[in-house]
């Protein structure tokens, strides 16, 4: 039986988890078709992974644009990803605390301003249900190898966040309900979205990739833990021009995973990055977390190196394939030390005024809906 008809069989016995990793393994391996991209998004789908089964429905049907059946379940899909997120914008109260303010949410969690009667306004993560059981899973059969879920990954970082400070990380302090995981709660200070127009000034992008390094290297240093699943979105600016790491998760692994030692996908995640802070036009080469990928990455980083030097030293690691690099704390020092350490004052004066001007047109919009 190939893989792809063993993929199917899994999904017909209700076995969703294995044949998505059945799956992945062909993604990653082949010129993908519109049925592994249909049925991975299936699987999806009745896991209650709505973000993903959408985008997986997206690009089958790019590939096979008539397909009626594919529409029909993009639509079924996106519809419950609507309701699903009015109910949660629509909550009065999570885990026992009165929600204030719905901030977003991901396909990990949706996050809230929460008030604290003992420690005032607080962020909130609460996990959705069906992401529980993954985080707090003691064996994960949803890679090609089995993994343990992020449950002690999160304690770790949450007992030492609140020793070894870093200006990246939040203390955070986590919920448990029956033994599981449910949430983490950290420190509430307004924050902004990083924009495509923010890091087109000045030293912003190097500020950003300041904070990944540092937040890298911290982990490494103090947990042996990296960061997997890196974005321009899981970090924010303070009106002061510092950032802050923001996505509290399923992101972080152990180095001694394999997804690390075999696959190297702290390796994918930095280089993921850097191309979206330098070069956004051509981030969509990377569609899988396949070490391969980054073999052909090269030269499109050596156009970069004039300007912004920094860039030759990561190119040089890769070239050598001295691998290990990545999972040196000392590395990462290295790096930071030759990054600003905050947006300049002319630049943070502009995101401030814009982020201003964005809130208010953004409360005249509301304040419309509302007459009508």
């Keep these: 039986m190939d893989i792809l ?23 990653n391996s ?29 690009l089958a049907l790019k590939l096979c644009p008539e397909n009626e059946n594919i ?118 200070e307004k924050l902004i979205n990083v924009t495509a127009r923010y890091l087109g000034y000045s030293n912003v992008r190097l500020c950003l990739l300041k904070a990944f390094i540092d937040t890298q290297g911290y982990l490494l240093k103090n947990l042996s833990l990296v960061m997997v699943d890196a974005s321009i979105g899981q970090f924010m600016i303070t009106r002061t021009g510092d950032f802050r790491f923001v996505d509290y998760g399923e992101s972080i692994n152990p180095t001694s995973d394999f997804r690390c030692k075999e696959e190297h996908w702290e390796i994918v995640t930095f280089i993921k990055l850097l191309y979206r802070l330098f070069i956004p036009e051509k981030s969509h080469i990377f569609r899988s977390s396949d070490f391969n990928v980054l073999t052909h990455s090269h030269d499109n980083l050596k156009d970069l190196v004039d300007n912004f030097p920094l860039l030759g030293e990561i190119i040089e ?19 930071s030390m030759k990054l600003p350490e905050k947006i300049d004052l002319f630049s943070m004066m502009k995101i401030l005024a814009h982020s201003e001007l964005s809130y208010l047109k953004n409360m005249l919009l509301t304040a419309k809906s509302f007459k009508k």
């Excluded at 008809?5 to 993604?27: C, H, P, R």
């Excluded at 949660?88 to 605390?97: A, F, I, N, P, S």
């Excluded at 991901?106 to 929460?114: F, L």
């Design 5 to 27: 008809a063993n993929a199917e069989k899994q999904f017909n016995d209700g076995n969703f988890d294995e044949s998505i990793k059945l799956i992945n393994t062909l993604v």
């Design 30 to 58: 082949q010129e993908a078709s519109y049925e592994l991209f249909l049925l991975r998004g299936k699987a999806f789908l009745e896991k209650g992974y709505l973000g993903p089964s959408i985008r997986d429905f997206n």
């Design 71 to 188: 529409k029909g379940l993009l639509n079924e899909a996106t519809r419950c990803k609507i309701e699903f997120d009015q109910r949660l914008q629509t909550r009065k109260e999570v885990l026992g605390y009165q929600i204030l303010k719905f901030l977003g949410a991901g396909w990990e969690g949706a996050v809230y301003v929460v008030n604290c009667p003992q420690r005032g306004k607080l962020v909130l993560k609460a996990y959705h249900p069906h992401r529980i059981e993954k985080l707090n899973s003691e064996i994960i059969q949803f890679y090609r190898k089995p993994v343990a879920g992020s449950k002690d990954n999160l304690k770790r970082l949450s007992n030492i966040s609140k020793t070894i400070n870093i200006r990246t990380i939040y203390p955070i302090d986590l919920l448990e309900s029956a033994g599981n995981i449910v949430g983490a709660l950290y420190k509430y």
């Design 317 to 335: 690691k890769l070239e050598k394939k001295d691998l290990s690099a990545f999972v040196d704390f000392r590395f990462y020092e290295n790096l």
